[in-house]
């Protein structure tokens, strides 16, 4: 018979280092790695799944993949960069820029490449790891750091698998498939199409763009910086600084104030986005086509300045008739007509309830946070879970995501993080974890604020909506998540100083 077994003593009552898992060398894990090695925790291990860091950047690599968040401060604050090239990066300089920090601050070496994560079991205190092939390791404290949109969703249409032509998602393009000359569909209109379609239509033949939902779209003032400003920038580097604090400031007091009720700035974005679309698009029946009938914001916000152009171009075609089915020749819409073509481009998102999982996660009393979530992903101020002690996320639920640095974000996140070991080193805590009442009330009080903001008062749905139609999103300004990560109230925490547990662990493997 298992007997309760009292453990070994944890380590903020021995002084050893906490062994710290983080899953995911994406932007989340570079930045966890050295923040936490700041603060002194070095005991530190990186799982990956893929070959290389980078996450999104690493697994998106679309044609026109760009950033519109300004790259001064879409950047690590530890590692601020003077010759971004331009005012919005592109793709492969944000993953160049991934690598090199990763390299640049120790980050390469700790992680574990080609190594999935496919179970967490706590087992108080600890957390017992497995990997996807089969191998188990102990860990006091795990910090998730996946991210949020990296699972494809494949739509559900008739007829997709026998398309007889090329077919790929954005997020896994296949770039053996020429496109010059060809007939391309997408499907989809969101931040991704807008980019493909405004970097592919003068390069194809012919450019099918199916919309289900036409989309706000703002200007993107796009820059490319001088060499001479690149070296005013590296000869006083406070001026980097100042560019960071200055997109920072302008990105919290317009657009992140506009979507959370700021009714002057929800104007204007939509006089913004209106005079994009009349200045942009000549024909008038395009334009009724492309407008929308909900407020601007309430998805997540297009900044693109290439689209439009390329779709007034003579050989783009927006389909707005429903898709009926997919045949071997095309797509077939609801008035009958057969689109045909040599490639199918499906830039329909992802899934956005995944953040860790599909790793199974089991927490106290055998608590699975797929089943606790059940669709509707919820945590305590987006990193922390009742009943999942010792485990973190970056980037987790309710978090605020949509058009801001998510870098600024994972970085506060992870101070808060480091707040709750110190607490644990100075407090000789076993294992914390929010308290069910803390989470409940706090989950409580955004269901109620999220009904203020422009993703349910807009007249929209969006992949923010989780499956009871929640924008999952934070739904105060982002300045008060930041403020509130800087200073962790404990008092919304099981603070253990014992953990009993049924059967004892084998020492750490
Ligand atoms: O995906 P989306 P995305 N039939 O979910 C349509 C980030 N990002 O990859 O609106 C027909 O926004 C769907 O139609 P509807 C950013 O956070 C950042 O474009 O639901 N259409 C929609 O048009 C962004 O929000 C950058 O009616 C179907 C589209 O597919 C997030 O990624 C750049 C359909 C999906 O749009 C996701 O953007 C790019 C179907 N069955 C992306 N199913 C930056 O620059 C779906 N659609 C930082």
Same mark, same amino acid.
């Given at each position: 018979?298992?007997?309760?077994?009292?453990?070994?003593?944890?380590?903020?009552?021995?002084?050893?280092?906490?062994?710290?898992?983080?899953?995911?060398?994406?932007?989340?894990?570079?930045?966890?790695?050295?923040?936490?090695?700041?603060?002194?925790?070095?005991?530190?291990?990186?799982?990956?799944?893929?070959?290389?860091?980078?996450?999104?950047?690493?697994?998106?690599?679309?044609?026109?993949?760009?950033?519109?968040?300004?790259?001064?401060?879409?950047?690590?604050?530890?590692?601020?960069?003077?010759?971004?090239?331009?005012?919005?990066?592109?793709?492969?300089?944000?993953?160049?820029?991934?690598?090199?920090?990763?390299?640049?601050?120790?980050?390469?070496?700790?992680?574990?490449?080609?190594?999935?994560?496919?179970?967490?079991?706590?087992?108080?205190?600890?957390?017992?790891?497995?990997?996807?092939?089969?191998?188990?390791?102990?860990?006091?404290?795990?910090?998730?750091?996946?991210?949020?949109? @990296?699972?494809?969703?494949?739509?559900?249409?008739?007829?997709?698998?026998?398309?007889?032509?090329?077919?790929? @998602?954005?997020?896994?393009?296949?770039?053996?498939?020429?496109?010059?000359?060809?007939?391309?569909?997408?499907?989809?209109?969101?931040?991704?199409?807008?980019?493909?379609?405004?970097?592919?239509?003068?390069?194809?033949?012919?450019?099918?763009?199916?919309?289900?939902?036409?989309?706000?779209?703002?200007?993107?003032?796009?820059?490319?910086?001088?060499?001479?400003?690149?070296?005013?920038?590296?000869?006083?580097?406070?001026?980097?600084?100042?560019?960071?604090?200055?997109?920072?400031?302008?990105?919290?007091?317009?657009?992140?104030?506009?979507?959370?009720?700021?009714?002057?700035?929800?104007?204007?974005?939509?006089?913004?986005?209106?005079?994009?679309?009349?200045?942009?698009?000549?024909?008038?029946?395009?334009?009724?086509?492309?407008?929308?009938?909900?407020?601007?914001?309430?998805?997540?916000?297009?900044?693109?300045?290439?689209?439009?152009?390329?779709?007034?171009?003579?050989?783009?075609?927006?389909?707005? =008739?429903?898709?009926?089915?997919?045949?071997?020749?095309?797509?077939?819409?609801?008035?009958?007509?057969? @689109?045909?073509?040599?490639?199918?481009?499906?830039?329909?998102?992802?899934?956005?309830?995944?953040?860790?999982?599909?790793?199974?996660?089991?927490?106290?009393?055998?608590?699975?946070?797929?089943?606790?979530?059940?669709?509707?992903?919820?945590? @305590?101020?987006?990193?922390?879970?009742?009943?999942?002690?010792?485990?973190?996320?970056?980037?987790?639920?309710?978090?605020?995501?949509?058009?801001?640095?998510?870098?600024?974000?994972? =970085?506060?996140?992870?101070?808060?993080?480091?707040?709750?070991?110190?607490?644990?080193?100075?407090?000789?805590?076993?294992?914390?974890?929010?308290?069910?009442?803390?989470?409940?009330?706090?989950?409580?009080?955004?269901?109620?604020?999220?009904?203020?903001?422009?993703?349910?008062?807009?007249?929209?749905?969006?992949?923010?909506?989780?499956?009871?139609?929640?924008?999952?999103?934070?739904?105060?300004?982002?300045?008060?998540?930041?403020?509130?990560?800087?200073?962790?109230?404990?008092? =919304?925490?099981?603070?253990?100083?014992?953990?009993?547990?049924?059967?004892?662990?084998?020492?750490?493997?």
């Amino acid at each position: 018979m298992n007997m309760p077994a009292r453990f070994p003593k944890p380590w903020s009552q021995t002084g050893t280092q906490p062994k710290i898992a983080i899953i995911g060398a994406g932007m989340s894990g570079i930045a966890a790695v050295v923040k936490l090695r700041r603060a002194g925790y070095t005991d530190l291990t990186v799982f990956e799944k893929a070959d290389k860091v980078g996450g999104t950047w690493r697994e998106n690599t679309y044609p026109g993949l760009s950033c519109d968040v300004p790259s001064r401060w879409y950047s690590f604050s530890f590692n601020l960069k003077h010759d971004w090239k331009h005012r919005y990066s592109y793709g492969p300089e944000i993953q160049e820029y991934m690598e090199e920090t990763a390299d640049a601050f120790g980050v390469t070496d700790i992680v574990r490449f080609n190594t999935p994560v496919t179970d967490l079991t706590y087992v108080g205190p600890h957390w017992q790891l497995t990997t996807g092939d089969g191998e188990q390791m102990i860990f006091d404290v795990v910090i998730s750091a996946t991210g949020v949109l @990296h699972r494809p969703a494949y739509p559900d249409i008739e007829g997709l698998d026998a398309f007889a032509g090329d077919m790929f @998602h954005t997020a896994r393009w296949d770039h053996s498939v020429a496109l010059e000359g060809k007939r391309v569909g997408i499907i989809g209109t969101g931040s991704t199409s807008a980019q493909v379609v405004g970097a592919i239509t003068d390069k194809v033949g012919e450019m099918h763009v199916f919309q289900r939902t036409p989309q706000w779209m703002a200007p993107l003032p796009q820059k490319r910086y001088s060499e001479s400003w690149k070296r005013v920038l590296k000869t006083f580097p406070f001026l980097q600084k100042l560019g960071f604090h200055w997109y920072f400031q302008l990105m919290l007091r317009t657009f992140a104030a506009a979507t959370v009720g700021n009714k002057p700035m929800q104007r204007l974005l939509s006089w913004l986005c209106l005079r994009n679309l009349e200045k942009n698009v000549p024909d008038p029946e395009l334009r009724r086509k492309l407008t929308p009938d909900y407020q601007a914001a309430c998805k997540r916000l297009i900044f693109c300045s290439d689209f439009y152009p390329a779709i007034s171009r003579d050989n783009a075609f927006l389909v707005t =008739e429903s898709i009926e089915r997919v045949t071997p020749a095309g797509v077939q819409t609801a008035d009958g007509k057969v @689109h045909e073509l040599d490639v199918l481009v499906l830039a329909t998102g992802f899934d956005p309830g995944a953040f860790i999982l599909p790793t199974r996660v089991i927490g106290e009393d055998g608590r699975d946070l797929a089943e606790f979530w059940d669709g509707a992903p919820r945590a @305590h101020r987006a990193v922390a879970l009742p009943g999942f002690p010792n485990f973190w996320l970056l980037e987790g639920p309710t978090g605020p995501v949509g058009n801001l640095s998510l870098i600024t974000i994972t =970085e506060h996140q992870v101070d808060y993080v480091i707040a709750m070991l110190d607490k644990m080193k100075a407090d000789g805590l076993a294992a914390v974890a929010p308290r069910e009442q803390a989470f409940a009330e706090y989950n409580a009080g955004m269901r109620e604020a999220v009904k203020k903001t422009v993703w349910v008062t807009g007249g929209c749905t969006s992949w923010y909506m989780d499956k009871t139609g929640t924008p999952n999103l934070y739904p105060y300004e982002p300045a008060r998540y930041l403020h509130d990560m800087l200073h962790p109230s404990f008092a =919304e925490y099981r603070l253990m100083t014992d953990v009993q547990v049924p059967t004892p662990l084998e020492s750490a493997a």
